[in-house]
């Protein structure tokens, strides 16, 4: 049985075009039996889809064919089945939501890491390594001595510098993601506030567990991806981590023994929120799912979480 093809992909690039193109681009996808999401904005693209061999090199050789994707942050990996339950081709005001329009990684960016200067980067004492995804994300893994803003949403990065950091102390600063997205935002925004020496992990976390040799690894614990993988370990394949489908937290496998976890239903993150009203109904929905895999069908219920 041939595996899936999940495919992460982004660029900021000029694109006053993007009704035409996101139609284009859903018709290509469904042609293709592809799913996940797209995003396009006029600032550019962004997504992660699934798909078979051919239909994942068919959507990579539409944007070449395009011309203006030339520069196209891209990585893959292999999944036995689609991680995705749907497809969604969206035209938003960003591809990564910072808020704030001035931000233009187009124009400025920070120095791009590879692995190797990555590790002698975050090994060195004088650099502050941040880690700019959001807290849920943080927990499950990161680089060790990472700084964690504990944002709940990219748009409250902004604040967490004006309020933490100083240009003056922090003279150079490291900063990684899931797969570089934010951090091209992320490294503009700190160079547009006098930090000097910035630095981003090109390609994120996803792309350094791809190229890193085990014995170099810095990584500890998974990567959280947005799609029903919910995480995935050092080698890309699909971690411990399910997903709570009442709160949508990731939830360890020790929390998975915990008395307030039940799948679909609860986990030890929102039980103490939750009515017996909103678990009878979640439990309603798990046995409809759970009907639905006995019968051999597919039951889509909730999106898997957005960034």
Known sequence: MSQTVVAALYQFVALPDCQPLRDALQALCEEHAIRGTLLLASEGINGTVAGSRDAIDALRNFLRADG???????????????????LKVKVKKEIVTMGMAEVDPRQMVGRYADVETWNRLIDDPETLVIDTRNRYEVAIGRFRNAVS?????FREFPGYVRQNLDPARHKRVAMYCTGGIRCEKASHYLLSQGFKEVYHL??????????VRPEENRWQGECFVFDERVAVDHALKRGEHVLCRACRHPVSAAEQA??????????????????????????????????????????????????
């Open 149 to 153: 803003p504990e944002t709940e949403h």
């Open 68 to 86: 203006r994707f030339n520069q196209l942050e891209y990585k893959e990996a292999l999944h036995d089945q689609s991680p995705f339950l749907r």
């Open 258 to 307: 915990h008395a307030e976890f039940e799948a679909g239903v609860s986990c030890p993150h929102c039980y103490a929120t939750q009515t017996p009203e909103k678990r009878a109904r979640a439990r309603e929905r798990q046995r409809q799912m759970e009907l639905a895999a006995a019968h051999g069908r597919q039951h889509l219920g909730p999106d898997a979480p957005g960034q």
């Open 202 to 211: 090109k390609g994120g976390i996803l792309k350094y567990l791809e190229e």
